[in-house]
């Protein structure tokens, strides 16, 4: 059975759509007004046994300051057992994944572009080869951007049963802290250099004034002193 958001796809799968009952809803647990966990519920009724499921949900992700990123990213799960189930649980975090570094303070909206169009099909839409509607295009075409999203740290619960309704429900949490690799300009790499060798100069010139000081003071050199205020003595 299959059951998408994109009509295109429900089109080209007619045989084997079913309808389903969708809810989504997200938690903000730390009040700093970013959703930290988004709840998929998805109900479909039937009386053909499931024992597998393939999941691939949509999302809008950005991030703001300094580096600036608005991109549509993926969620794919899937799993398979060889009991008969009625309700597929998993939980897992949505981590970014970078090939290539993100440039500092440009605005990046390159893949700020739907890859699972919700709207009615057109007539560019409705003549497109089937294979690109097929799951394993479009999770091939997604891999090869430079910046995608991913379910890590994934925990599927599967709970057998015979009844005539099947639920998934996957809890996606979003890691409040993640390490993002990013490019700085150019004037901040001057910046940085010129921040790093000041520091060292002053604490070398400290190091060596006390050097000059305590060989000096504690007469660990031989020295002497010469004063031009003394009278010069004459020799004929």
């Known amino acids: 059975m299959v059951w998408s958001t994109s009509e295109a796809i429900n089109m080209q799968f007619a045989n084997a759509y079913t309808p389903a009952s969708v809810e ?19 109900q479909v009724a039937g009386n ?4 597998s499921v393939k999941a691939l949900l949509q999302f809008q992700y950005s991030l703001t300051g300094h580096l600036q990123l608005d991109m549509y990213g993926l969620a794919y799960v899937e799993h398979s057992s060889p009991i008969q189930g009625n309700a597929l649980y998993t939980d897992g975090e949505l981590l970014l994944v970078q090939k290539n570094q993100i440039q500092d303070k440009k605005y990046n909206g390159l893949y700020n572009v739907p890859l699972l169009n919700s709207s009615r099909p057109t007539v560019l839409t409705a003549v497109q080869p089937s294979m690109e509607l097929e799951l394993q295009s479009i999770i091939k075409s997604y891999n090869e951007r430079n910046y995608t999203t ?3 740290n994934n925990y599927p619960v599967w709970t057998g049963g015979s009844r005539n309704a099947f639920e998934l429900l996957m809890m996606i949490r979003i890691p409040p802290n993640q390490v993002v690799w990013y490019r700085p300009l150019a004037i901040q790499m001057i910046k940085f250099g010129w921040i790093q060798w000041l520091a060292g100069y002053v604490v070398l010139w400290w190091i060596l004034q006390w050097v000059e000081w305590f060989l000096f003071s504690y007469r660990l050199l031989e020295t002497r002193v010469v004063s031009d205020f003394q009278p010069k003595k004459l020799r004929f």
């Open 48 to 51: 053909f046994p499931i024992h």
């Open 24 to 42: 989504v809803a997200s938690q903000d647990l730390n009040n700093d007004g970013k959703a930290d966990v988004i709840a998929f519920r998805a």
């Open 150 to 152: 991913m379910l890590t």
